[in-house]
């Protein structure tokens, strides 16, 4: 397997922190889930409230009892007192609950949003000053030379050589966990 591209893209993050908030809540599935559970229940208060209506009836009634025929207008009325007494209540209940499901998803989500950003923010003004720190220093080749002058001995020279490359995977990491939390903040961009 052949790598041809071994560096990150550039990554650029809106300074706008409530602008990035909010296109990651517009794509965040659980958010729309929970929203539109909401409304199909905001739907279910609806039907309930039409059930707790009177129903009115009419129509033309015939009833033949033998030796007798009975025909006539029929009109009538139900008023449902107990039938769904608590139904309604109970589905406005859990309309209310879903939509307290929607604000909470969305501070949680907020709260790991900014949670990230923050970590997005520290790490790339550490991998700035590590770049320009491990970019300024020319380490490999001043211990190269200060050993082959004798300036240095073989344990300085590999003990400084181990400082180095310890520094060097410390940025290494610090580099991971910024674009860690740069894939998590676009994970609905993606």
Same mark, same amino acid.
């Given at each position: =397997? *052949?790598? *041809?591209?071994?560096?990150?893209?550039?990554?650029?993050?809106?300074?706008?922190? &409530?602008?990035?908030? /909010?296109?990651?809540?517009? &794509?965040?599935?659980?958010?729309?889930?929970?929203? #539109?559970?909401?409304?199909?229940?905001?739907?279910?208060?609806?039907?309930?409230?039409?059930?707790?209506?009177?129903?009115?009836?009419?129509?033309?009634?015939? #009833?033949? #009892?033998?030796?007798?025929?009975?025909?006539? =207008?029929?009109?009538?009325?139900? =008023?449902?007192?107990?039938?769904?007494?608590?139904?309604?209540?109970?589905?406005?209940?859990e309309?209310?609950h879903?939509?307290?499901?929607?604000?909470?998803?969305?501070?949680?989500?907020?709260?790991?949003?900014?949670?990230?950003?923050?970590?997005?923010?520290?790490? #790339?003004?550490?991998?700035?000053?590590?770049?320009?720190?491990?970019?300024?220093? &020319?380490?490999?080749?001043?211990l190269?030379?200060?050993?082959?002058?004798?300036?240095?001995?073989?344990? /300085?020279?590999?003990?400084?050589?181990?400082?180095?490359?310890?520094?060097?995977?410390?940025?290494?990491?610090?580099?991971?966990?910024?674009?860690?939390?740069?894939?998590?903040?676009?994970?609905?961009?993606?």
């Amino acid at each position: =397997i *052949t790598v *041809t591209d071994t560096l990150y893209p550039a990554e650029i993050i809106s300074e706008d922190f &409530n602008l990035l908030d /909010s296109m990651i809540n517009a &794509n965040d599935p659980l958010i729309a889930l929970y929203a #539109q559970e909401a409304a199909v229940l905001k739907q279910h208060v609806a039907l309930q409230k039409s059930l707790n209506l009177p129903k009115l009836e009419a129509g033309y009634h015939s #009833q033949r #009892q033998f030796p007798q025929s009975f025909r006539g =207008i029929h009109a009538g009325i139900s =008023i449902p007192l107990w039938e769904g007494k608590n139904k309604l209540k109970a589905t406005r209940l859990e309309q209310a609950h879903a939509e307290d499901l929607v604000r909470v998803q969305r501070l949680e989500s907020r709260s790991q949003n900014r949670q990230l950003y923050e970590t997005v923010k520290v790490r #790339q003004r550490s991998l700035e000053e590590y770049k320009a720190i491990l970019g300024s220093m &020319n380490t490999r080749y001043l211990l190269d030379k200060s050993l082959r002058l004798g300036e240095i001995d073989l344990t /300085s020279y590999f003990k400084e050589e181990n400082e180095y490359y310890d520094a060097y995977e410390d940025f290494l990491r610090i580099e991971f966990e910024y674009h860690e939390a740069v894939a998590r903040l676009r994970r609905y961009q993606l």
